[in-house]
Structures are given as structure tokens and as C-alpha cells.
């Protein structure tokens, strides 16, 4: 409810905003519309249209026209609102956040009101507003009493300072004994909150007074990822200053860093590489890297960035798949040019013998399957160290030698007891003798002996059916 309630509030400054909520495939986004929000209380701005404006008039019959119309709460901030409530009224109005107090306030005008004498009213004013000043100015003022007292959405006097950047009302807050590491129903300290406001003075402040720099909220989140996901530059720098970890880890192994790279906060990216974060730190339970995580989710520029401060592009995760096969997996056309243009290997294998190529056919990406082919992937009926040694002594892809060497891998092979399992092995690690094949002064000489003293007498003995000595003649070649 905390995460809906500052998405709401965030609607009041931006069009869009990404809501983060978890699952168990990992965190989540989903983008919450401006205008689709305003459609969904546009009932209940009707009612309080008609309300306000019964209220506007009934007040004007018993005496004197009202100054300004008085806009309570978070919701406040919201531009429909506002203008619906003027529409209404006819007035101008104003907007003051501070629910609690505004009933405070209430409560002593109509104690004066009623007996003449202003009510002791404990709170501090932070209204800027002319009027409330002018019916303020002999009231005596306390900064929040209750230190401990919370508004509607569990936030303390406190946090909302910390919100605002009001830096003297912590100091007077702390003083107080207000406890600077109290959390929200959602786990939110004084310090995240300011972090996520960008309310560097406001970090700067709370950390002096003892906050929990490296804290995390109910999803395990720390305040530097909050900063991260939020792309609030100035709070990841303010906060690393303080001494924040900037390689720790949410409790589901994201570190702050792969949540900016997969929400395709580029800006965060780059200023958490720059406060030292770990571009190739892995997350424990499957081995994601924060490159993975930018392929997955097509994020070009977050790619970029990580790439050119060292991310290695071909590295792998617990199940043997690289960021190209990620990008493959949800067909991320720029994503795989970006990748491919830094060095990523198209022919990489995962654990289960898949190439990017396989992934993106099976996932119907036949754009991506068609810029992969012309980057120099091979097909699935590839052979791999057969296939690179015909590549090379110039034979076509429907040779004698690769059509009868298939043959035996998917008729017979493939049907012996432990079959498939050597085929899976095979793929592992036929890529890296290629590279290192081709890697060599000379490799057409290399292929050429291959092909002589391995690849032909295979085929031969393939098509006398004696599928045995053929297994073992190629194992001999391919583990040495």
C-alpha cells in the first residue's frame, strides 16, 4: 500500500511512473499512467466537486466570501484535483501536505472560535501561505510534540522533514528524541524517503544523526538501490559518501547496480560504476550478471555503459546462457547489436547446448534470427568442429562428410544410453576447441589434419555401420 501511495505521489510531478513490486521471478515493473490514474477517481472528483461547491455556497450565505480554498494532504498535489477544486469553488487555492496539522489547525480556530483564546496547538507550521501565517502569527508553536506520532500513511514528523530538505526540523526533531532509523509499514526510513526525494542535505543530516546508511526495507531493498531504481544520481553519490555499500545486496541477490542496469536507469548505472560498483558481480542464485539483466530487458544505452566499464560481455550464468542468448530469449533487436558490436560470441553454448540462434527460433524472433546468420551464427544442424573444419578446407554446408557425421549423431548416437548427454557435452566444449583452433597461426593447417586424420576416416566407418569405432575415433579428437 506504501508503494501505491508514493506512486500516487509521484504521479503529481511526472505523466508516468514505474511502480517496482516483486514476484518470484525477481522484481517487476509496472508503469502507472497519469491519465489512466485520473480516469480511475474521476468518480469520486464528481462527488467532491458537487460537495465543495454545496460548501461554497452555504458559507457565502451566512457571511463574508472565503479567501481561498484550503487543498489537505498528498493528494492534493495532484493537478486534476486542484483544478476540479477551483472549478468548483471558485476560489483560489492553496495546497498544505501536512493532513494532521491542518485538523490541529482547525481544531484551535474553532476553539477560538468558540471561546475566545487560542487553543495550544503542538505542531510546526510549514505553510508559506499568507493567510495561514497572518491567523498564525500570535499562536504559540511547538515542533511536533508527539515525536512518535504518525500521518495516515505511517510516516513520522521526521520523515516528512526529511522529504522536504527542511534540515533545521530534523536537527529539532532528533533533539526532540525522534528516532531517526523508525521505518514505515513498507520498512521506509527517514533516510529512504530523502533518498528517494533526491534530498542530498537532508542524507547528509540523517546519517550525522545516526541513520542506517545500508538499511533495507520489507523487500529487502537497500536505500542505495531505492536511490538506483528512482535515478536520483545526486542521492547514490551523497549516500556512497556516507558510507553506503555499494555493492550490497537486496535479499534477492540484486545489487543496486543490476536493479538500475534491469529498470534501464542508465543515469544510475553510471554513477554507481563511477562510486565503484562491481560490473561483473554475479547474483548467488542463478549467476545473473547486471549485463544479463540489461539484455533481458533490451535496455541499449544501460548496455553501453556497463560494456565500456568492463562488463564481460560474454560471461555466463548457472545455466551457461550470455547476455546475447538473454537478448535472443525476448527479442531485443538492438540489444543484440549492441552486444555483438563489443565482442559477444554468437556461437556460444549454454549448459544445455543451446545458441542464441536456437533461442530465438524457438522463441519464433525470426528478425533476430536473420541478424544473428548474418553476424556469423550457426545453424542448429551445425557439426561444430566438422562444420569449422569443411568451413575451412572449402566444402559446402550439404557435404558427404556433414550429412553422414549427422546422420550418425541424431540415428544413432542420440539413441545409445547416455547418448544425449555426450552430444550436450560435445557442444560445451566444441566451441571453445573452434576458438582456440581458430586462434592459431596457422589454422587451415590445423583443420586440414583434422579433416585427414580424424573427420574422413569417421565418415567411413559411419557408413560401414560400425558406429562404435566411429564414436570412439571422434572422442578421440574432440577430448583429447
Not at 3 to 31: D, F, I, Y
Not at 221 to 237: C, E, H, P
Request: net charge negative.
Amino acid at each position: 500500500l506504501g508503494k501505491v501511495r508514493q506512486a500516487k505521489e509521484m504521479l503529481s510531478r511526472n505523466t508516468e511512473h514505474k511502480l517496482l513490486l516483486a514476484s518470484s521471478h525477481g522484481p517487476c515493473h509496472v508503469v502507472l499512467n497519469r491519465g489512466d490514474f485520473e480516469n480511475l477517481i474521476d468518480d469520486d472528483l464528481d462527488k467532491a466537486s458537487r460537495a465543495v461547491s454545496r460548501l461554497v455556497n452555504g458559507i457565502w450565505g451566512q457571511s463574508e466570501k472565503p479567501e481561498f480554498l484550503l487543498l489537505v494532504g498528498g493528494t492534493s498535489q495532484i493537478p486534476i484535483i486542484e483544478a476540479r477544486m477551483k472549478q468548483a469553488s471558485g476560489l483560489v487555492c492553496h495546497k498544505w501536505q501536512w493532513s494532521r496539522e491542518a485538523v490541529s489547525l482547525g481544531a484551535a480556530l474553532l476553539a477560538y472560535e468558540n471561546s475566545n483564546q487560542w487553543a495550544r496547538v503542538e505542531v510546526e507550521e510549514k505553510s508559506d501561505e499568507p493567510g495561514l501565517q497572518r491567523k498564525h502569527e500570535d499562536r504559540s508553536q511547538l515542533a511536533w510534540a508527539d515525536v512518535k506520532a504518525r500521518d495516515e500513511e505511517g510516516k513520522t514528523a521526521l520523515m516528512k522533514a526529511a522529504e522536504l530538505g527542511d534540515i533545521e526540523a530534523i536537527n529539532k526533531l532528533v533533539e526532540r528524541g525522534a528516532d531517526v532509523n523508525s521505518r514505515t509499514s513498507d520498512g521506509y526510513t527517514a533516510l529512504m524517503l530523502a533518498a528517494l526525494k533526491g534530498q542530498v542535505d537532508s542524507i547528509e543530516t540523517l546519517v550525522r544523526c545516526g541513520a542506517d546508511v545500508n538499511a533495507r526495507d520489507n523487500e529487502g531493498a537497500t536505500v542505495l538501490a531505492i536511490a538506483a531504481w528512482n535515478s536520483q544520481v545526486d542521492s547514490i553519490g551523497a549516500l556512497v559518501r556516507c558510507g553506503a555499500d555499494v555493492n550490497s545486496r537486496a535479499n534477492n541477490g540484486f545489487t543496486a547496480l543490476m536493479l538500475a542496469a534491469y529498470g534501464g536507469q542508465v543515469n544510475s548505472v553510471g554513477a554507481l560504476i563511477h562510486c565503484g560498483a562491481d560490473v561483473n558481480v554475479v547474483r548467488g542464485s542463478d549467476g545473473f550478471t547486471a549485463l544479463m539483466m540489461a539484455a533481458l530487458k533490451g535496455h541499449v544505452d544501460a548496455i553501453e555503459a556497463l560494456v565500456r566499464n568492463g562488463a564481460n560481455v560474454n560471461a555466463r550464468n548457472n545455466d551457461g546462457l550470455t547476455a546475447l542468448m538473454c537478448a535472443a530469449t525476448r527479442g531485443h533487436v538492438d540489444a543484440i547489436g549492441a552486444l555483438v558490436r563489443h565482442g559477444a560470441n554468437v556461437n556460444a553454448r549454454s549448459n544445455k547446448g543451446a545458441t542464441a540462434l536456437m533461442i530465438a527460433q524457438n522463441e519464433g524472433h525470426s528478425s533476430i534470427v536473420s541478424l544473428l546468420e548474418r553476424y556469423g551464427a550457426r545453424s542448429e544442424s551445425s557439426c561444430f568442429i566438422t562444420t569449422a573444419v569443411c568451413e575451412h578446407t572449402g566444402k559446402p554446408d550439404d557435404c558427404a562428410e556433414l550429412t553422414e557425421l549427422r546422420r550418425f549423431r541424431d540415428h544413432w548416437l542420440a539413441r545409445q544410453e547416455g547418448g544425449k548427454e555426450l552430444i550436450d557435452e560435445y557442444y560445451r566444449i566444441a566451441p571453445i576447441i573452434v576458438e582456440c583452433l581458430d586462434g592459431l597461426t596457422n589454422p587451415g593447417e590445423a583443420y586440414r589434419e583434422l579433416l585427414e586424420r580424424y573427420i574422413e576416416p569417421c565418415v567411413a566407418l559411419s557408413k560401414k555401420g560400425q558406429c562404435e569405432e566411429c564414436l570412439e575415433l571422434y572422442k578421440s579428437m574432440a577430448w583429447p
